[in-house]
């Protein structure tokens, strides 16, 4: 306590407050309690043992000559001065106090003191006696049941707004009985009835008050098969069940249902929680994407019957064409031995015009087989490494008497014979000769078809540049669709089945690769051919 003395403590004083320190010390001994005397200004003239070790020293002397404020916590320092000053000042004889000590190492020590003013036969204060009890176990406990019951509240907090703004139907029941504790707010909303209704309800009550029917919407459920019961008196586990909840409007819900027990730390089943949420919506779309499903795997396979019937027809046709068209092949050349005698001038060029056309008609034909065969997925690949430069000088010579002719400059830029492509050189040969054709037919005379190779991200393109009159914008896409003639200007009249780039695109994709095209109209096109690069191309 503090005190302003006239004078400081006589020897005589301290030697009386070390005395009655003794006296009282002995009389508790053996008891958990401190005792502690000091002179009016604070400072310490007997500790006990008990005090001593509770402040963390070895001996008695460790403290003589402290002050028992400076070994209080600064925090409750003043607290203690005030409370020692009106003692001082008559307004009481002592007081009680719980408070922290300074333990030599720094640490802190809660004790529940008991302070006495003992006067001299002047009345005037002689010394002090202070009880000290080591409370620090208690404050312990304290402080771990207010956290726990922080902890307690805030989880309290987290529970009520779960229940209060999470979008999934949720139940809690107490065991054994199964009475219901809690329903979250979309839960009870769900029902389509109010909480009082839901709540505080026990097993049997359960199927009628919140109307639980079996998946099949009939049987009522039995309060022993609901999943919330089986959690919670037995402990089980139950996982993704549908049944049906009917409101009182006469609506209803399927649920899909999950349930678990609420055990203690001793593993002991206190109650149980199940969730739920309206899988209507889900089971709707479902059935829709099944039967969508269902309309579009009926639509494939009545075009792919079509496509098949359409091949078919045309195979078949092509097959009955070919026979008459062999046989006008073989009186032609019957003719030309003279077995019927000698041709006129005039007949022979007859019998010439007969053989071109039906030659260009067996071409055709050859086109509607080959787009047959492509269409049916009958068309067979021989892959394998392809120099580009060999293929340009196949095909290349195939087109250069019908550019000549129209007075064009073909031009083939000379390509390494690194260069190579993955693919059948036959079908690939077929690809540059149709789009090197088309290139030439299109573009009028004393213009230029341009051909340049270039390798990118794994792949070679090869590409034909015309200065034809160009494809418009609208007409670009269309022209790679089967039996669709382009529609640029052309000098001279239009041949053909509008089978080619149909089937030129159809083989190139079936190698791996593509054909695509580009145009400005007045300027020209430009047809590339995409295949995969050979491994051992560069």
Same mark, same amino acid.
Request: hydrophobic share 45%; aromatic share 4%; with cysteine.
């Given at each position: ?5 006239? %004078? ?74 005030a409370l020692a000053d009106t003692v ?10 719980? =408070? ?6 720094? %640490?802190?020590? $809660? ?49 009520? @707004? ?25 839960? @009870? $909303? ?19 008050? $919140? ?49 678990g027990p609420i055990r203690d730390a ?51 046709? %092509? ?58 997925g009958a068309m067979e690949y021989v ?43 036959? =079908? ?104 995969? %690069? ?5």
């Amino acid at each position: 306590m503090v005190v302003s003395p006239e %004078s400081p403590p006589t020897a005589d004083a301290t030697e009386r407050a070390r005395a009655y320190g003794e006296r009282v010390a002995a009389v508790v001994h053996g008891l958990p309690l401190g005792v502690v005397t000091t002179a009016p200004d604070g400072r310490i003239t007997f500790a006990n043992d008990v005090f001593v070790a509770m402040l963390g020293y070895d001996t008695e002397t460790d403290l003589d000559g402290q002050s028992i404020f400076d070994l209080t916590h600064p925090e409750d320092r003043q607290a203690d001065e005030a409370l020692a000053d009106t003692v001082i000042r008559g307004e009481q004889t002592g007081y009680s106090l719980e =408070k922290r000590y300074l333990r030599r190492d720094g %640490s802190t020590a $809660w004790a529940a003191i008991t302070a006495t003013l003992v006067t001299d036969a002047a009345g005037a204060p002689d010394f002090a006696l202070g009880i000290v009890k080591d409370i620090g176990a208690r404050k312990a406990a304290e402080q771990s049941a207010a956290e726990a019951l922080a902890r307690a509240e805030e989880g309290q907090r987290m529970l009520a @707004a779960l229940m209060r703004y999470v979008p999934e139907g949720i139940t809690i029941a107490d065991a054994p009985d199964v009475r219901i504790r809690m329903v979250s707010d979309y839960g @009870a $909303w769900l029902t389509g009835r109010p909480h009082s209704a839901l709540e505080a309800i026990s097993a049997d009550a359960h199927p009628d008050a $919140w109307g639980i029917y079996h998946a099949d919407g009939v049987t009522k459920a039995r309060p022993e098969e609901l999943p919330l019961t089986r959690a919670t008196v037995a402990g089980e586990v139950v996982k993704d069940q549908e049944w049906i909840v009917r409101r009182p409007d006469g609506t209803y819900s399927t649920i899909l249902c999950s349930a678990g027990p609420i055990r203690d730390a001793a593993g002991v089943v206190t109650g149980g929680v199940i969730a739920w949420r309206d899988i209507d919506d889900r089971k709707r779309a479902a059935e829709e994407r099944e039967r969508l499903l269902a309309a579009e795997r009926e639509a494939r396979a009545a075009a792919e019957a079509a496509s098949r019937a359409r091949g078919d027809f045309l195979a078949s046709m %092509s097959h009955e064409l070919r026979t008459p068209l062999n046989a006008i092949l073989g009186y032609q050349d019957l003719l030309e031995t003279g077995v019927a005698g000698p041709l006129t001038e005039v007949q022979q060029q007859y019998i010439d015009r007969v053989r071109a056309s039906a030659r260009h008609l067996v071409s055709l034909i050859n086109q509607v087989l080959t787009y047959a065969r492509v269409e049916a997925g009958a068309m067979e690949y021989v892959i394998a490494p392809v120099r580009v430069a060999a293929l340009l000088q196949t095909a290349e010579p195939l087109v250069a008497p019908q550019a000549a002719v129209r007075d064009l400059a073909l031009v083939v830029h000379a390509v390494g014979d690194a260069v190579m492509v993955l693919a059948d050189a036959e =079908k690939a040969t077929q690809i540059l000769v149709n789009v090197l054709a088309n290139a030439v037919k299109f573009t009028p005379p004393g213009g230029r078809v341009e051909v340049t190779t270039e390798r990118e991200n794994g792949r070679v393109a090869i590409r034909v540049q015309d200065t034809g009159p160009g494809i418009a914008p609208d007409d670009l896409g269309p022209i790679f669709e089967a039996f669709r003639q382009g529609t640029r200007p052309l000098h001279g009249r239009t041949e053909g089945t509008g089978l080619g780039l149909s089937i030129s695109r159809a083989l190139a994709r079936g190698m791996g690769g593509d054909l695509t095209a580009e145009s400005t109209v007045g300027v020209g096109s430009t047809f590339t051919l995409t295949l995969p %690069s050979a491994p051992d191309g560069r």
